[in-house]
């Protein structure tokens, strides 16, 4: 990383340097003309030379002789006996007449005319325009800015300049003073993502608009992170909430659950993918559908901005996928201007998070076995070779043996973020090159994400006329860490060494004594390291390559009438490689140590993919002023096709660890052959959308989309969809016009309809297989694999949403937003009689709906825009609650045999034959989908130990059953708000966020799993040693450390959950105030430290990150524009 910061840096300074070098001219030249002598500067010096005409008499000839001179012994030479004379500002020459002379004989209207030089800049970044258009109302002739922005042209005091640039307003400008050089900023035409609504396929004035939509540009969202767009998103706006995974922690290859305004459609009960996720929100990149993947790999820097659209005014327009929320996503196009180097850098340290984990160590946890009665048995020679055990793990604690297990398969991840970006153009064409590359190592060994990106970006304007085209690469490797489960090293003992004597890790590292179920005899069996599996030849890795290609026209017809037609192509190739070589301890079990298992061990599985997707779409737009009246139409289409296809297959047999290639396996895994898959979904989309608003007080937006999608039943190809909402400004109305503190005061109410589709492109169709193993009379027989439903239509969700939006003394402004959204037509399992072959099919059957409300207000304390000083603090504030109203007699079946599987009481901890200690989902009418269901405790019996339970009828028993189970939580937080601050004084710039959650419940698992249900025999929690119940008259949380069997869901471990969390803190100067960094040409110069999730703080005390951990993460960034 320094070694990357340094050649920045020298490269930028030299560069610099170079240029500042005083160049030499030789010029030998008599009896020509002064304009060649000043061609001769420009060529040999590279400086622009300006004057008037009328100070130049072509007749005049002069004689320069210089050799390797500088250029002011050029013109001191040239303009020795000429009434002429210069001056030098950055290799811009400008002539002018010795005051001391008197004016040539000139025309009356040019004498009064004198050269006026200025400079045009940008009024966000300070850099120069060249291309501008620069001249003086009401009279002819023009000048063009060059490539630094200067211009010179004749003026007098009391004209008029006037400057245009595409994309920015024109200013015009009086002359007061002809000798004052000018210096004129232009603005962008839109110069405030937060002016206007981008929904991806055309744009909203904000004030006019009644939708709801959270606008976040690239300065704001790094404020929420550099990780990534869904990091920094939802770390912004509680709105959208990344659903927790305790499992999976912060592996840099596990996507994130994602959720806005809570859950619309049933969740996944079989463990699907989070691809096929019913509650998933709709990503939009550059106005074409993305996936969740290709969002969270994008390069951060590339985005300029993101808008979440929340309610059916501002996502109708996406008709049929729209109901989860849609994520707009619009990347940084390019600006004509001089050339322009952008580099930003994130070097950061992933630290693992362990400060959950609260294990015994080597002596803690010899002392639980005891008082567990391990090493107890009733059989003298049970008991003598018992002891033995004991004594010899004694020996290892007391020889310094504490194996700190967690610590083995982590490290300290070191992660480097580069972004680069050049480019310029004029008012015709613009380029622009941007090139990212990510390295997320991850905090596991092993584990590793790395991402190319490369975007190229033109774009051609010709009068109305703009053709853009960006050709847009990514390339992925991910790879998983060889050291396993994160979970098998948190069960490993600490007593147990983990080299050998030759410093070796150890494969075997011994055995253990264990007393089988419903038998006094004890059982010896080897106990693997976990750790000795990365020391060989296997691998976990995976890959994909994606080129897409957008090509947008935008031809503004007339200033009202404009017409936007838009194509994108995506070809994305994937690939997965899994090898386990024959010596891992995977294949120490019994089924490999027979004659013909023997020959199975080490496997391959080898998977490909593609996925080749085409979107267009044109909208028209129109807009009318008439008077007070605005209106605004628009009308498009929207066509698409994707298509994705993949194969796999599993060879095993490798008995050699060098043998790592699919064909040099012995056989196919048993019981399989190679499989493979194909989706293709098409859809067409019609939609219009009109805004109609008066005087800017009253205002109405409604909104139509059709749908067509191949995914759903014959009978119902098409969908209706729509939306329509009022506003009112009130501040503007005369009777608040005197309220000087009010600034905004705006009502708004929408209502319509959006459809859902997260489900595979074939579920309304029936499907066949084929006998592959026989035929009959040569011919291959099928058979049916799912039903076919003609009738099958999307999810509708009727959403009405009611809002405020604020503003007061310039300094606080906000907004306040209650929804009730209501899904009908809920895709759901029918129940089907046995003698239809099959026990279910997929039907629109269920109802569901979620009421919450969104609150956000931001206070300036202080802001003073020309020192870039300012302090404000934020705070929002959501909540939502989901109720089932209805559900089919599939989902009541489900409900019944779920709670049935929780009463096996014959389950223990060493035989788990069914798992019934953890909470199952059942989805009831009338209650929360995230509802956690467990019979009422009453504590434990401090005679007997056992635990006492209490029954629906109110009665007390110690007998767990199933008929008991009610609701004693729920999941969602009642609350769930982002809040924190932005200080900038003096160059130091200070940000802060912080997500705090309370009012929901959660099942504590680690205190079942690793207090009462613990496996003695693998590591433990420390509460084992502390409080579990040992004796009569104790009074304890836990049971009976002698019960093996398992706990069944109880209320005893549900806990009122409250969180916070540090979400991004940062720490940045600017060191562009500095004017020696100014003049080595940075326009912005950045260094900055931040941190990502510095610190956790639960009310409940439970191990987090179980399969692979979460992460702290430090980070130094450093941005720069040159």
């Not at 050699?656 to 396996?665: A, D, E, V, Y």
């Not at 005061?745 to 169709?765: I, M, P």
């Not at 003609?790 to 306040?816: C, M, T």
């Amino acid at each position: 990383m320094r070694v990357t910061i340094f050649i920045f840096l020298v490269t930028i300074f030299q560069a610099k340097a170079l240029t500042s070098i005083a160049q030499k001219i030789t010029i030998n030249e008599k009896n020509v003309s002064l304009k060649e002598i000043f061609n001769d500067i420009k060529t040999q010096g590279n400086f622009d030379v300006f004057y008037s005409s009328s100070l130049i008499d072509p007749a005049s000839k002069v004689s320069v002789n210089v050799q390797q001179g500088s250029v002011e012994d050029v013109l001191n030479e040239a303009l020795a006996n000429l009434p002429l004379t210069y001056s030098i500002s950055d290799k811009v020459i400008v002539i002018t007449r010795k005051k001391a002379l008197p004016p040539a004989p000139v025309s009356a209207a040019a004498a009064a005319d004198t050269v006026v030089s200025g400079t045009v800049v940008d009024a966000k970044i300070k850099e120069s325009i060249p291309g501008a258009t620069v001249s003086i109302k009401q009279r002819k002739g023009l000048v063009i800015t060059d490539k630094d922005g200067h211009f010179m042209l004749n003026a007098r005091t009391g004209d008029s300049i006037l400057v245009s640039f595409v994309g920015y307003k024109p200013k015009s400008v009086a002359v007061k003073n002809v000798k004052t050089r000018l210096l004129i900023v232009l603005e962008e035409a839109v110069s405030n993502l937060n002016e206007v609504t981008i929904n991806g396929l055309f744009t909203r004035k904000n004030t006019t608009y009644t939708g709801t939509a959270s606008t976040f540009n690239q300065e704001e969202l790094l404020k929420g992170g550099s990780q990534n767009v869904i990091q920094s998103l939802t770390a912004l706006d509680p709105s959208i909430v990344l659903v927790p995974n305790n499992t999976l922690g912060s592996n840099p290859n596990a996507l994130p659950q994602l959720q806005v305004r809570g859950q619309n459609g049933l969740p996944d009960l079989t463990g699907g993918s989070v691809a096929n996720d019913p509650n998933q929100p709709l990503f939009i990149l550059d106005g074409f559908e993305t996936t969740l993947q290709k969002v969270v790999d994008l390069d951060i820097y590339r985005v300029a901005s993101v808008t979440l659209l929340k309610d059916a005014a501002s996502k109708a327009i996406y008709g049929s996928k729209a109901a989860n929320g849609v994520v707009v996503i619009e990347t940084i196009k390019p600006k004509p201007g001089q050339v322009r180097l952008t580099y930003n850098l994130t070097g950061g340290l992933s630290a693992p998070d362990l400060s959950s984990y609260h294990l015994t160590n080597a002596f803690e946890k010899l002392q639980a076995e005891v008082n567990a009665g391990v090493y107890t048995s009733t059989s003298p020679t049970n008991q003598y070779n018992l002891a033995t055990e004991y004594n010899t793990y004694l020996k290892n604690a007391q020889s310094g043996v504490n194996t700190y297990w967690l610590s083995k398969p982590l490290q300290n991840g070191i992660n480097q973020r580069h972004s680069f970006m050049f480019e310029g153009g004029d008012d015709r064409l613009v380029y622009g090159v941007q090139l990212s590359y990510n390295n997320n190592s991850g905090v596991m060994k092993g584990s590793a994400r790395n991402t190319f990106g490369g975007a190229i970006n033109l774009s051609y304007r010709f009068k109305g006329l703009n053709i853009s085209n960006v050709l847009t690469l990514t390339s992925n490797k991910a790879s998983n860490s060889p050291w396993g489960d994160f979970s098998t090293y948190a069960a490993m003992n600490p007593y147990l060494p983990y080299f050998d004597a030759n410093g070796n890790i150890l494969k075997q590292i011994n055995t253990v004594l264990t007393p089988p179920a419903g038998s006094p005899n004890l059982t010896s069996s080897p106990v693997y390291n976990p750790a000795y599996n990365s020391t060989l030849s296997s691998f976990d890795v995976s890959k994909y390559t994606d080129i897409t290609n957008n090509t947008s026209v935008d031809w503004a017809i007339t200033p009202a009438f404009r017409v936007i037609a838009k194509f994108s192509i995506t070809a994305q190739n994937n690939g997965s490689d899994t090898y386990k070589a024959a010596d891992d301890t995977y294949f120490t079990s019994a089924v490999y140590q027979t004659s013909t298992g023997v020959y199975r061990k080490g496997y391959y599985i080898k998977g490909n993919g593609t996925i080749n997707n085409w979107t267009s779409n044109a909208v028209a737009n129109y807009t009318k002023k008439l008077g007070k009246s605005t209106a605004a139409l628009n009308g498009g289409y929207e066509v698409s096709s994707m298509s994705s296809a993949g194969s796999s297959f599993s060879v095993e047999g490798f008995p050699n660890p060098m043998l790592t290639l699919p064909s040099q396996g012995l056989q196919y895994m048993l019981n399989t052959t190679p499989t493979s898959s194909e989706s293709t979904v098409r859809s067409l989309g019609l939609f219009a959308s009109g805004n109609y608003a008066f005087a800017e007080k009253y205002l109405f937006d409604g909104t139509y989309r059709a749908s067509e999608s191949s995914q759903f039943g014959s009978n119902n190809r098409w969908g209706q969809f729509w939306s329509l909402g009022v506003g009112w400004n009130l501040h503007y109305e005369d009777f608040l016009k005197n309220v000087h503190f009010l600034d905004l005061l705006k009502l708004r109410a929408t209502t319509g309809f959006t459809g859902s589709q997260g489900f595979s492109a074939y579920q309304s169709v029936g499907t066949y297989g084929y006998y592959l193993n026989s035929n009959y009379q040569n011919a291959t027989g099928a058979y049916l694999l799912s039903l076919a439903n003609p009738d099958l239509a999307w999810q509708r969700l009727q959403e009405n949403n009611y809002g405020v939006d604020f503003g007061f003394l310039k300094k606080i402004s906000g907004y306040f937003n209650y929804y009730v959204k209501t899904t009908n037509g809920l895709l759901t399992d029918i129940t089907l009689p046995p003698s239809a072959g099959f026990t279910t099919y997929k039907a629109n059957l269920g109802i569901v709906q979620n009421v919450g409300f969104d609150f956000n207000v931001r206070y300036m304390i202080y802001n003073d825009p020309k020192k870039r000083n300012y302090f404000n603090v934020f705070a929002t504030v959501a909540h939502n609650t989901n109720t089932l109203k209805q559900i089919s007699a599939a989902l009541q079946a489900y409900n019944n045999s779920t709670a049935a599987s929780l009463s096996n009481a014959t389950a223990t901890v060493l035989n788990p034959t069914v798992v019934v200690n953890k909470p199952k989902i059942l989805l009831k009418e009338g209650q929360s989908m995230n509802a956690i269901y467990a019979v009422r405790s009453l504590g434990i019996d401090p005679a007997t130990g056992k635990e006492v339970y209490r029954k629906l009828d109110g009665s007390v028993t110690t007998t767990w059953s199933a008929d008991d189970l009610t609701v004693v939580g729920d999941n969602l937080p009642k609350i769930n708000t982002d809040f924190g601050f932005s200080l900038a004084q003096s160059g130091v710039i200070v940000n802060a966020i912080f997500n705090y959650q309370t009012g929901g419940q959660i099942y504590n698992q680690t205190l079942v799993d690793k207090v009462e249900n613990a496996n003695i025999y693998n590591n433990v929690d420390i509460r084992v040693l502390t409080q579990r119940w040992t004796k009569p008259g104790d009074i304890s949380f836990f049971k009976n450390i002698a019960d093996q069997t398992q706990t069944q869901v109880t209320s005893r471990f549900v806990e009122n959950n409250r969180i916070l969390t540090a979400s991004s803190l940062q720490l940045q100067y600017e060191l562009d105030r500095i004017k020696a960094i100014k003049r080595l040409g940075f326009t912005r110069f950045r260094l900055g430290l931040q941190t990502s999730n510095l610190f956790v703080i639960s009310s409940v005390e439970q191990e987090r990150g179980t399969s692979y951990p979460f992460a702290r993460e430090v980070a130094f960034t450093l941005n720069a524009n040159f």
